[in-house]
């Protein structure tokens, strides 16, 4: 009878979502995309709350303040029917500076000085969102981007849309939510209670449960949560080194320059009129941005299904030993498509394996599952 009570709640819940934001049941208003089609072809009228989020070796100041202030379809513009305040953060050191402001981001003179701050500071990741309420509490400063101290990182997390807070809930577990306080609401029963916030812990779980690992992370909690709600799933999630975005439900684009001043930026909509180069992901897609690459994108991150026991057993025997060392050494240097690629041997789930998943097998060596 309980568990017939909780689907019933969860189901009532994602009927409330998909009225709130626009879907039925068979499925999303938006179609679904080739990544050859540019991001003109996308409806952006469809859906509340946008984000941002660009990461390189030192953003571009000048880029940064058209995205968030001076371009059509700027954060700060957004504000206009985005109406329930506005975050910042930005990334220089480990920990992350944030600004946040509950008028509107397009009528809140805070907003253009907190996007100027971020646009000067040089820092490597900076993300930004506006918010449309539809869960928990609505007269406060956007609690967007919501932020947690794990594993050694401050983690920054976006959402683009509404999931079941009873779903995610139960998902996460009363022990785990016990010991992670909400950023918003004195406990998780207080109605003030976010369902981003719900939604980035779930993430976080899954992630630290295989062994911080954020693409395995992410492969989980989606597939958890997509196989029992429809409503939108959006996000993006930074740990300060590495910046990953998700679309499910909601449009979502990317960009990538080449140029001297390297980038790579996600948005919920192109900020540009023209769009040009502009590129829509696809319902599913997962893409990995970093300072130094070009974007990876996995087409679909509910077929991923490896998982590493121990940290840094790469070949999955039950111990760290020199094999796993040579597993990534004959792949060192790969990224996701390449043809030496091994995706067990990138460890931190950042779709290149590098000199960070040699030091993960190094600092586990010698270990064996118990």
Same mark, same amino acid.
């Not at 700027?74 to 600004?99: F, H, I, M, T």
């Not at 790579?264 to 502009?278: D, K, L, M």
């Given at each position: 009878?309980?568990?017939?009570?909780?689907? !019933?709640?969860?189901?009532?819940?994602?009927?409330?979502?998909?009225?709130?934001?626009?879907?039925?049941?068979?499925?999303?208003?938006?179609?679904?995309?080739?990544?050859?089609?540019?991001?003109?072809?996308?409806?952006?009228?469809?859906?509340?709350?946008?984000?941002?989020?660009?990461?390189?070796?030192?953003?571009?100041?000048?880029?940064?303040?058209?995205?968030?202030?001076?371009?059509?379809?700027?954060?700060?513009?957004?504000?206009?029917?985005?109406?329930?305040?506005?975050?910042?953060?930005?990334?220089?050191?480990?920990?992350?500076?944030? %600004?946040?402001?509950?008028?509107?981001?397009?009528?809140?003179?805070?907003?253009?000085?907190?996007?100027?701050?971020?646009?000067?500071?040089?820092?490597?990741?900076?993300?930004?969102?506006?918010?449309?309420?539809?869960?928990? !509490?609505?007269?406060?400063?956007?609690?967007?981007?919501?932020? %947690?101290?794990?594993?050694?990182?401050?983690?920054?997390?976006?959402?683009?849309?509404g999931v079941s807070g009873t779903l995610?809930?139960?998902?996460?577990?009363?022990?785990?939510?016990?010991?992670?306080?909400?950023?918003?609401?004195?406990?998780?029963?207080?109605?003030?209670?976010?369902?981003? &916030?719900?939604?980035?812990?779930?993430?976080?779980?899954?992630?630290?449960?295989?062994?911080?690992? !954020?693409?395995?992370?992410?492969?989980?909690?989606?597939?958890?949560?997509?196989?029992?709600?429809?409503?939108?799933?959006?996000?993006?999630?930074?740990d300060g080194e590495t910046l990953w975005?998700?679309?499910?439900?909601?449009?979502?684009c990317y960009y990538y320059n080449e140029?001297?001043?390297?980038?790579?930026?996600?948005?919920?909509?192109?900020?540009?009129?023209?769009?040009?180069?502009?590129?829509?992901?696809?319902?599913?897609?997962?893409?990995?941005?970093?300072?130094?690459?070009?974007?990876?994108?996995?087409?679909?991150?509910?077929?991923?299904?490896?998982?590493?026991?121990?940290?840094?057993?790469?070949?999955?025997?039950?111990?760290?030993?020199?094999?796993?060392?040579?597993?990534?050494?004959?792949?060192?240097?790969?990224?996701?498509?390449?043809?030496?690629?091994?995706?067990?041997?990138?460890?931190?789930?950042?779709?290149?394996?590098?000199? %960070? &998943?040699?030091?993960?097998?190094?600092?586990?060596?010698?270990?064996?599952?118990?």
């Amino acid at each position: 009878m309980e568990r017939t009570c909780t689907r !019933a709640i969860v189901l009532f819940e994602t009927l409330v979502i998909l009225l709130c934001f626009g879907f039925s049941l068979f499925g999303s208003v938006s179609p679904r995309i080739s990544h050859e089609v540019s991001a003109s072809a996308e409806d952006y009228e469809l859906h509340q709350c946008r984000f941002w989020a660009m990461i390189s070796r030192s953003l571009p100041e000048r880029v940064v303040i058209d995205h968030l202030v001076n371009a059509p379809y700027s954060l700060r513009n957004l504000g206009s029917y985005n109406v329930n305040g506005w975050g910042l953060a930005y990334y220089n050191d480990s920990e992350p500076a944030v %600004r946040r402001g509950r008028p509107p981001a397009s009528s809140d003179p805070n907003f253009a000085l907190a996007a100027q701050e971020l646009a000067e500071s040089g820092a490597h990741v900076g993300v930004g969102h506006v918010r449309m309420a539809s869960s928990g !509490a609505w007269n406060i400063p956007d609690p967007h981007p919501f932020m %947690r101290f794990k594993n050694g990182k401050w983690w920054a997390f976006g959402h683009n849309g509404g999931v079941s807070g009873t779903l995610l809930k139960s998902l996460i577990g009363s022990e785990y939510l016990d010991q992670n306080p909400p950023t918003v609401g004195t406990n998780w029963s207080d109605p003030d209670v976010v369902d981003s &916030d719900l939604y980035m812990l779930y993430v976080l779980k899954c992630t630290e449960e295989n062994h911080w690992n !954020a693409t395995l992370g992410i492969a989980k909690a989606v597939k958890d949560i997509s196989a029992n709600s429809y409503g939108g799933m959006n996000f993006f999630l930074t740990d300060g080194e590495t910046l990953w975005g998700f679309r499910r439900g909601n449009t979502l684009c990317y960009y990538y320059n080449e140029s001297s001043t390297q980038y790579s930026v996600i948005a919920s909509q192109p900020p540009t009129s023209s769009q040009e180069n502009w590129i829509t992901l696809n319902d599913y897609n997962l893409i990995t941005l970093t300072r130094d690459d070009a974007p990876s994108i996995i087409e679909d991150i509910r077929t991923i299904t490896f998982k590493i026991t121990i940290r840094g057993d790469v070949n999955d025997d039950g111990r760290v030993d020199v094999k796993d060392l040579y597993a990534v050494a004959l792949t060192f240097g790969a990224f996701s498509g390449h043809s030496r690629w091994n995706s067990t041997a990138d460890i931190n789930g950042d779709l290149q394996v590098d000199v %960070r &998943d040699y030091y993960v097998v190094c600092r586990s060596f010698g270990k064996t599952e118990p």
